[in-house]
């Protein structure tokens, strides 16, 4: 069974950068099978797909946080990150990671983490 | 970029069938997948490509998807059905990128 766990501060001051982890268990993330993938809810609204990546490093990021998001893969520890710039107050949500099967369904989630972005 | 229409809310009562939408152009030519989520927990997939239901999800729950509409089907609905419920697609038109509805609030009466 796969299990996938988020990690990193749930606080964030604005202008910084949000950095998070997701640590991968029961599965490869290099079996070439599955992307990987970021999601997020902001509080009271609905999923906002971030971006994902596969185990080679191609990623693909939602146009709309394009310019600031950072998605990379460490196989070595079965592990990939979310990297957010210049987060702002709009930037609080609960963050999942998530195992992207094809064609382009979650098949597998983390169970969240809130980051909150105050000072 | 592509948007996919959900109902804000659906009431039912339990023993009814609840039926929750999902409008789009064309979204009969995509795969749409649906998602279950209760407070405070994770989305759950319930049925994807369409129609097909994970191992673990109750039968039913079932999926169409034509022309401009999607819907996911709850037959029989009991209390502990009630949940937020999404749908999502993949626009193959745009680079890789993934879409989800607005989200479904579905009360059990």
């Known amino acids: 069974q796969v299990q996938l766990q988020e990690s990193g501060p749930g606080l964030v001051k604005p202008s910084q950068t949000l950095s998070l982890t997701c640590t991968v268990s029961?599965?490869?993330?290099?079996?070439?099978?599955?992307?990987w993938s970021w999601i997020r809810q902001p509080p009271g609204k609905g999923l906002e797909w971030i971006g994902y990546?596969?185990?080679?490093?191609?990623?693909y990021y939602n146009p709309s946080l394009k310019s600031r998001v950072t998605i990379s893969v460490d196989t070595s520890k079965n592990q990939f990150s979310l990297k957010l710039s210049s987060v702002t107050a709009a930037d609080t949500a609960v963050y999942y990671c998530a195992r992207v099967s094809l064609p382009y369904r979650f098949d597998y989630w983390g169970q969240g983490t809130l980051v909150t972005v105050s000072s | 970029s592509y948007v996919l229409t959900q109902p804000p809310s659906v009431s039912v009562a339990p023993g009814q069938t609840a039926r929750i939408t999902c409008g789009g152009n064309?979204?009969?030519?995509?795969?749409v997948h649906w998602y279950q989520q209760k407070p405070g927990q994770a989305p759950v997939l319930v049925v994807y490509d369409d129609s097909d239901r994970p191992s673990g999800i109750p039968e039913r729950f079932s999926g169409s998807n034509s022309g401009n509409t999607a819907t996911l089907t709850i037959s029989r609905v009991e209390a502990g059905d009630e949940a937020d419920y999404y749908c999502q697609v993949w626009d193959s038109s745009s680079d890789h990128h993934v879409v989800f509805g607005g989200g479904t609030k579905l009360t059990v009466l």
């Open positions: 064309n979204i009969g030519s995509k795969s």
């Open positions: 029961g599965g490869s993330i290099s079996s070439g099978d599955y992307y």
């Open positions: 990546i596969y185990y080679s490093g191609s990623t």
